[in-house]
């Protein structure tokens, strides 16, 4: 790969400097925010949303919340096992940077040192995107959409080859939806043991939870039921 990486006609390295090139004509400061999102700002991004997702289905509070909270556990660990997949193929593969073979890159970030496929960062913002995706599609197709920006970050910074970025895309997907069912099967029960306990029940359920859901609960309970009704049930 890195020989391909070598030739000039190779469509991956002319979409490098294609999109590392609009750093070139942006303005300095606007490169210091693209270095810091794409390095720092959109992880942070996907954690707030996997915790305003927790938030929102604690509050909701409906008689799924167990088994979205155990996705959303699987979440964090998708992408963390991601990762640690992403190590021997990148040893084995052993893809320079991008900057090391070609010059004229504009590279925001320094120091980068280790090899270039398959990308971290877009592996666990995939893994994580699509993690909430199992627990929830509308914040799902929030994640996917911030890993997608997270890749274009990464190339416009000068740091990894597009398909470094699609490498990690694929492996995120891969390994957060296969591991799924296994993942899902062993914290459910999980979760629904915290659920039930006096301590934990508010990491899963909001004291209030959802009326419509407790009076679900509620042997005999009725939409729409009389007063006088209630009380010859009573």
């Not at 990308?119 to 994580?128: E, L």
Request: with cysteine; glycine share 12%.
């Amino acid at each position: 790969m890195a020989g391909l990486a070598e030739s000039g006609s190779n469509p991956d390295v002319d979409l490098l400097y294609d999109i590392n090139g609009l750093a070139k004509d942006a303005p300095h400061w606007f490169d210091r925010v693209m270095e810091f999102v794409g390095e720092y700002g959109l992880l942070l991004a996907m954690v707030l949303l996997v915790l305003w997702c927790w938030w929102t289905v604690r509050r909701r509070g409906d008689e799924n919340a167990a088994s979205s909270v155990a996705a959303l556990v699987w979440t964090p660990l998708a992408a963390g096992i991601a990762v640690l997949v992403n190590v021997p193929i990148r040893g084995f593969v052993a893809r320079p940077r991008p900057f090391v073979d070609h010059r004229g890159l504009d590279v925001l970030v320094s120091g980068k040192t280790d090899f270039s496929f398959v990308s971290d960062h877009a592996t666990i913002t995939m893994a994580m995107g699509v993690g909430l995706f199992v627990a929830n599609r509308k914040f799902g197709l929030l994640g996917i959409g911030l890993a997608l920006l997270e890749g274009f970050c990464r190339v416009y910074m000068g740091v990894h080859y597009p398909t470094d970025v699609v490498g990690g895309f694929a492996l995120g997907t891969a390994v957060a939806l296969l591991l799924s069912p296994l993942a899902m099967l062993m914290l459910t029960p999980v979760i629904k043991a915290v659920e039930g306990s006096r301590r934990g029940s508010w990491l899963v359920r909001a004291r209030g939870g959802d009326p419509a859901g407790q009076e679900a609960l509620i042997p005999g309970a009725r939409t729409g039921a009389s007063a006088e009704e209630r009380d010859l049930a009573a």
